[in-house]
């Protein structure tokens, strides 16, 4: 049978937001209501008939509500078929009677595990009874109706109101492949905190879950589908902003902007402004100043041509004079940890820009989980943060670095790490001068990033190219001397990268030779 009147509901919910007023529909449908706990006398509050569900198991709620549905009146009104004419004989000859809409939504555990709670906390939010129904209920679509939130009911209430009462087959199937897919990522968030607690780093098995944000047009092109999921990771960043303005970020615009937000947050707020501006996921400008304008000047002045259509991210709330610089040309997203109202205002004028607004920034230092999916399984692993103090790196030339080098070479390192290998970066004075990107050897890298400092200072006029006394940063080593002679033919003075090739004792004796400082941090930071 397709279409299904629903005669009795069991619902059990830990939000209660709209509970009042799904409720009263359902009862106003003639559906007869069972409840526990305080959803029951919510309901009962509210004036509206509810029946608890102990007078239907005859057995009270007991150990501090841990045990209330688990109990075969409750799953065999769940799960028997109603055309199977055994099950049917043995619910009668046991007293169990139809559930035909089930709506439960589960122990608020990530939200728990979001506040910080301590361990027997997080544990006491485990909810037990409400997947075991959810799933049951699912298990049994043909003849059930089951919700996990209120949007749910509200498509089971408009189609009854369609169907004199009853829901149809499409609904329940649709809500039952909805139904494991959240219990699924609830167990996921489950299991994977509680590897976290055990600090086990590869277990054998792994789940991954989240709920979605958005459908988009499109995802890379225009013939591939995407939708955009948040899990539960507690990170701040693009999947936790507020979109102030603008029409809906797009596949591109978010992987993009990740990136950005990602660089300009490994820059803290409290010492200097910084700006990012990303294009396909690598930086064309990265700039630090004593404001968010300089910033974002240096970083324009950078690569102005790759600039345009670009993402920026800022480590300091948006202002309003840094606003109207941005507008100038035509920029994809802003992100920003804040914005003051001229800024916003002046947004305003420019429709499709979009505006992402966080609480703070993102700690590069904060554990995390990078997943990538490869043909019939994932890549899993931490995310990089890889972090060299400098007291663990090694000059390895003759040369010593000078203070305002040292500065530079921690700069360009931190950009480096969020370059997609293979990476050479020229920073000068607490900015890009040129980015060499995700090219197939090091050489060409270092060409391109010379290539991009001489564009720079042809469009901006300016009479030699800031690669020259620039610092040259490396995301991994080079395994010839031809790459880095390429970035003292640039202008480089000093060099930082990880060291490690066989042929290191080359490459320093080419830096000699070339008077170059050289520095060793000994990690290297591959970004494919």
């Not at 492949?177 to 959240?182: L, V």
């Not at 999921?229 to 902003?241: C, D, L, N, S």
């Not at 035509?330 to 992100?335: A, D, L, N, P, R």
């Not at 931190?414 to 990476?423: F, W």
Request: aromatic share 8%.
């Amino acid at each position: 049978m397709s279409d299904l009147p629903i005669k009795r509901a069991l619902i059990s919910v830990s939000d209660k937001t709209g509970l009042i007023d799904r409720a009263k529909k359902l009862s106003e449908l003639g559906v007869e209501l069972l409840s526990t706990g305080g959803t029951k006398k919510a309901i009962a509050d509210a004036g509206i008939p509810v029946k608890d569900v102990s007078e239907v198991t005859n057995f009270p709620e007991m150990m501090d509500g841990r045990v209330k549905t688990l109990h075969p009146v409750v799953h065999g009104g769940l799960l028997h078929l109603r055309d199977n004419p055994e099950h049917v004989e043995q619910a009668k000859a046991h007293g169990i009677e139809g559930i035909d809409l089930l709506y439960v939504n589960l122990y608020p555990f990530e939200e728990t595990v979001a506040k910080g709670a301590d361990f027997h906390t997080c544990i006491e939010n485990i909810d037990i009874g409400g997947p075991a129904m959810l799933r049951a209920a699912a298990k049994n679509y043909a003849f059930v109706s089951v919700c996990t939130d209120g949007d749910d009911v509200d498509a089971v209430i408009a189609d009854m109101e369609a169907n004199n009462g009853a829901t149809t087959l499409a609904t329940r199937k649709k809500l039952c492949a909805k139904t494991y897919a959240r219990t699924g990522a609830y167990d996921a968030a489950i299991s994977n905190w509680y590897f976290d607690q055990l600090g086990e780093e590869s277990p054998e098995w792994r789940a991954f879950g989240g709920k979605r944000i958005s459908v988009m047009r499109y995802g890379e092109n225009p013939h591939q589908k995407a939708a955009f999921y948040k899990t539960p990771e507690i990170r701040t960043g693009v999947a936790t902003a507020e979109l102030v303005q603008g029409k809906a970020l797009s596949y591109n615009n978010i992987n993009d902007t990740d990136a950005a937000f990602e660089l300009v947050s490994e820059f803290p707020s409290d010492e200097q402004a910084a700006v990012a501006i990303i294009k396909h996921a690598n930086p064309c400008g990265v700039a630090l100043g004593e404001t968010p304008l300089d910033a974002y000047i240096k970083a324009y002045d950078c690569d102005r041509t790759s600039a345009f259509g670009g993402i920026v991210a800022l480590n300091r709330p948006l202002t309003g004079e840094t606003a109207a610089k941005i507008t100038e040309i035509f920029t994809e997203v802003v992100i920003a940890p804040g914005a003051d109202e001229e800024a916003k205002e002046i947004f305003r004028k420019k429709k499709n820009l979009r505006l992402l607004l966080t609480d703070g920034l993102a700690d590069p230092k904060a554990p995390g989980v990078f997943v990538k999916a490869v043909a019939g399984g994932l890549l899993v692993q931490d995310q990089d943060r890889g972090f060299v103090a400098r007291g663990d790196m090694k000059v390895v030339t003759k040369k010593q670095p000078t203070e305002a080098e040292w500065a530079d070479l921690f700069f360009a390192w931190r950009v480096a790490k969020h370059v997609k290998s293979n990476t050479i970066v020229y920073a000068k004075d607490g900015s890009t001068a040129g980015v060499g990107a995700g090219q197939m050897n090091r050489l060409d890298s270092a060409r391109i990033a010379t290539r991009k400092a001489e564009d720079a200072a042809e469009i901006a006029g300016w009479s030699v190219p800031r690669t020259k006394g620039c610092v040259a940063a490396s995301d991994a080593f080079f395994p010839f001397p031809d790459g880095l002679l390429q970035t003292a033919e640039a202008g480089a003075t000093c060099v930082i990268q990880p060291g490690g090739s066989i042929k290191d004792q080359d490459v320093i004796d080419a830096a000699d030779e070339a008077g170059l400082a050289m520095v060793f941090t000994g990690m290297r930071h591959f970004r494919h």
